[in-house]
């Protein structure tokens, strides 16, 4: 492959702190050198733009080519599904490499699905739609015997030796599982030298019968068994109790337990209608009324308790927007912003998959097709976050802003050989760089409009490959490689 200069940019390198003007050379798939006067096959002029390692996304269930596409002109260069998981996790592996994707990809093992085949008789099909449809399936939720234990335990161990991401587990979908469960779950990942990757279950403030707070759950489990865990969408999952949840947090890293933390900048979710915590009987408990979920691809707002009860039973597997912090309300922002610029916290999307009215598969076409619904952090979580934390307020430098959104979550995978090439702009890292324009750079995507893309983004390469070449997607460019915590 030619060798690629990027010539004067304000290359910004949190792996080694280092913020300034000068150029970086691209040599195949790697970063061949950082330095003033380097010479290329072909320049590009990127005076007055901002240099970075690629975002590295650990919270993203859009798994196609759609999906990956807004996330590349959104700055990211590897998009991860592991919140979730996908099982068996070779066949997503094999899918992604045969349809080919313009990011780099991995998944973890599925607890949800793991479960789901050894309580509930379904056997998973590496399908994003399936693994979606199991949410409101409520056989899967209950606590386990000890054989059934022994059996999905066996099934997650068994996806970790075929190189899966760690484990993702949703135990806030199965908020009354026996807390016995995590714990082994836990141990198997520190037995594996992985992590996890939880969407915990309700807070006490929110369900006083929950047997162990979702947040305490997390960073005692970390305590007992050594294992790394990662608590997803911190934003989301607090709500108005984010103050209380980070000090928890705080507390546990101050004893030396490996948590780490993860949050977007919107103040509405998404999932599956049928989730646990969207019941009627449960919304009070967290202030929510059902006419703050809006049903996608539709976009028809649930009017009332008899219209969810009769959307959950007819279409549980049906994408909603979920509304749980208000960004118009002061107060409401603050405690999103504490989400993210809480010390070490990590920018992740949970991106959403593109979905369309008429029900057609991922599409390759670009423009996209009119009428594509999602969440807007589908598009434009990375370019929020620098447009309002560093281009508005200046609470991040850039560096800063590397720094969480490329250098911390990249190692927190630095346990997969394939990561430690990433999030920073060393010689010999790999050669996933974006390059923004910071007087334009932001979101665009809205609610209504969820599939516009940001601006911003001059040029992404990914393992050396232009993805996003002068502010436009290329189209044919497939570059995506696997990210595995080992070979199978």
């Not at 970063?31 to 380097?38: K, N, P, R, S, W």
Request: net charge negative; charged share 20%; with cysteine.
């Amino acid at each position: 492959m030619a060798t690629t200069v990027l010539r004067g940019g304000r290359v910004v390198d949190p792996g080694s702190g280092t913020d300034r003007v000068t150029d970086l050379l691209i040599d195949g798939d790697r970063v061949a050198a950082v330095g003033d006067g380097l010479e290329g096959d072909r320049t590009l002029d990127v005076s007055g733009l901002v240099v970075g390692p690629g975002f590295v996304d650990l919270h993203s269930h859009v798994h196609g080519v759609a999906g990956q596409r807004l996330q590349a002109l959104d700055g990211v260069t590897t998009s991860l599904e592991l919140e979730a998981g996908l099982m068996p996790v070779a066949d997503a592996y094999r899918r992604c490499a045969e349809e080919g994707r313009p990011l780099h990809y991995g998944f973890s093992a599925s607890w949800a699905q793991a479960r789901g085949q050894v309580l509930a008789g379904v056997h998973p099909e590496a399908d994003i739609g399936g693994a979606f449809s199991l949410l409101a399936d409520e056989r899967w939720t209950r606590s386990s015997s000890r054989e059934q234990l022994d059996v999905w335990i066996g099934l997650l161990r068994s996806e970790l030796e075929e190189g899966a991401l760690g484990v993702g587990v949703l135990v806030g979908y199965a908020p009354r599982t026996d807390p016995g469960e995590y714990l082994a779950v836990a141990r198997l990942a520190a037995e594996a030298g992985v992590p996890t990757w939880t969407h915990v279950r309700e807070l006490v403030e929110n369900d006083p019968a929950t047997p162990v707070d979702g947040s305490e759950e997390v960073v005692a489990a970390a305590g007992e068994t050594g294992a790394h865990m990662h608590h997803c969408h911190v934003n989301s999952t607090s709500r108005r109790h984010i103050d209380r949840v980070l000090a928890t947090i705080e507390r546990a890293r101050a004893e030396g337990s490996p948590v780490t933390v993860e949050a977007y900048p919107y103040g509405a979710g998404s999932t599956a209608v049928g989730a646990w915590f969207l019941a009627p009987e449960r919304l009070a408990a967290t202030a929510q009324r059902p006419d703050q979920i809006v049903l996608l691809p539709s976009g028809e707002r649930i009017a009332d308790e008899e219209h969810l009860r009769a959307v959950r039973a007819s279409a549980p597997a049906t994408t909603c927007i979920v509304e749980f912090l208000d960004e118009s309300d002061p107060a409401d922002l603050a405690l999103l912003r504490r989400s993210l610029t809480f010390p070490d916290s990590i920018v992740a999307s949970d991106a959403m998959p593109v979905l369309w009215a008429d029900g057609r598969a991922d599409p390759h076409q670009w423009p996209l097709p009119p009428g594509g619904s999602t969440h807007p952090r589908t598009a434009g979580t990375f370019s929020k976050a620098i447009r309002t934390l560093v281009v508005e307020s200046g609470e991040w430098s850039w560096l800063e802003a590397f720094r969480r959104c490329s250098w911390l979550p990249a190692r927190v995978l630095d346990f997969a050989p394939a990561a430690q090439g990433k999030g920073h702009l060393g010689p010999g890292a790999d050669a996933d760089v974006v390059v923004l324009d910071p007087s334009c750079v932001s979101d665009a995507a809205t609610y209504l409009e969820p599939t516009r893309p940001s601006v911003g983004v001059r040029h992404l390469f990914v393992a050396g490959e232009a993805v996003v070449r002068d502010g436009d997607l290329v189209p044919e460019a497939m570059p995506g490689r696997p990210l595995r915590a080992s070979p199978p």
